[in-house]
């Protein structure tokens, strides 16, 4: 792959996903069973923007299905999966859909509140939408009105995803296949900080005195559709809350607010100020405990505990008729983190959400704060 991304004095290559290779594998799969002919590329689209022309290696043709690979490439970001093949095996089906299931080295999920369903291949909602959407386009190209059966294997997932979260998240027997953009952009931490202050060093020169602030995608889209708020002149802080924070009081910009998705924001409240997952989980410890505090039975307090995501912590703290208590302590703790970062020095509040419940909840002067941010 040919693109590159300009960080910290070097051009560094960018990669794609298991999600862009599974569907190269698809695409190639289905325009080879259905020409007859093997293909020596294959174009994709990608939800970055970017198209990707693929190499299908390991191919095998029958007159019932084809399989094929396409070799995963990390670029200047490896990691455990780069250089492996996933593949895709396309068999033609009488019912004019697409089913797309999952092989060997693809997880299988176990448990509730994940993406994907208990029971099903941990093949995640963005790459599913490009299988279907490419294989589409190869089925209109030739006439094709009947349908696929499309299976994904990553042989060497096996024994790489016990190297992962998988196992904890309730995904077994292999790797998920992730991507919402098709694109791996290779940043490394350091860089990643250096961004966020450099656009926080241009909203500052800007005028801007009032900062806010999202984690990634989740916020922007949440803060921008569903609140309706103007984002234009937002920060991304991906996980390095602390290093906003104090860069924020470096630069004297009077307040700061945080929208961000309850999974990342909620571990504020235990003064997490690096919300990356190799750092600290710690969702639903703080929950657990202040369920039972606020009366519920030790049993309740393990189940909390236990929950894969902040949503199904939610989904039982409603039934307990303990949400409004909980997410009260846990704001507070939040403000308390934040403002003791700062030392006092400036105005910090934060709003949580959920893509399920919307509004979780906020602190003291995220009201206030919005109100800067809305809409003129």
């Not at 970062?341 to 959400?353: E, L, P, S, Y």
Request: aromatic content about 8%; proline content about 3%.
């Amino acid at each position: 792959m040919e693109e590159f991304q300009f960080s910290q004095g070097k051009n560094l290559r960018c990669g794609y996903t298991t999600g862009s290779c599974a569907t190269a594998a698809s695409k190639a799969a289905a325009t080879m069973l259905l020409s007859g002919e093997r293909v020596e590329t294959v174009r994709i689209d990608t939800p970055k923007g970017i198209v990707l022309n693929l190499e299908p290696l390991d191919v095998e043709l029958h007159p019932d299905y084809v399989s094929c690979a396409i070799r995963k490439d990390s670029g200047d970001d490896p990691d455990d999966t780069n250089g492996i093949l996933v593949y895709a095996k396309v068999e033609r089906i009488t019912e004019p859909e697409i089913i797309i299931e999952g092989g060997i080295g693809v997880g299988r999920v176990t448990k509730p509140g994940l993406a994907c369903e208990v029971g099903g291949p941990a093949i995640n909602p963005t790459p599913r939408k490009m299988i279907t959407f490419e294989t589409c386009k190869v089925m209109q190209e030739y006439d094709y009105h009947q349908g696929f059966k499309i299976t994904i294997s990553i042989p060497e997932g096996v024994e790489i995803a016990k190297k992962t979260f998988n196992p904890r998240l309730g995904i077994f027997g292999g790797l998920s296949v992730l991507g919402t953009s098709g694109i791996v952009e290779p940043m490394s931490e350091n860089a990643l900080i250096e961004t966020m202050r450099v656009e926080m060093r241009a909203r500052k020169a800007g005028g801007t005195k009032d900062l806010l602030v999202f984690f990634g995608n989740y916020g922007e889209d949440f803060t921008r559709d569903v609140l309706k708020m103007d984002i234009t002149g937002a920060v991304t802080c991906s996980n390095f809350v602390g290093e906003l924070l104090d860069y924020a009081v470096f630069l004297g910009f009077e307040s700061i607010l945080i929208i961000g998705h309850s999974g990342k924001l909620v571990k504020l409240c235990q003064g997490v100020m690096n919300t990356h997952s190799k750092y600290a989980d710690c969702r639903t410890e703080f929950m657990a405990m202040q369920a039972m505090f606020h009366g519920a039975s030790v049993e309740v307090g393990q189940e909390i505990y236990k929950c894969l995501t902040t949503d199904e912590v939610t989904k039982v703290l409603q039934r307990e008729n303990l949400f409004e208590p909980v997410i009260k302590e846990v704001t507070n703790k939040i403000d308390f983190y934040m403002q003791h970062r700062v030392h006092g020095k400036i105005k910090t509040a934060a709003m949580m959400f959920s893509n399920v419940y919307g509004v979780l909840g906020q602190t003291e002067h995220a009201e206030e704060l919005v109100k800067l941010h809305q809409f003129k």
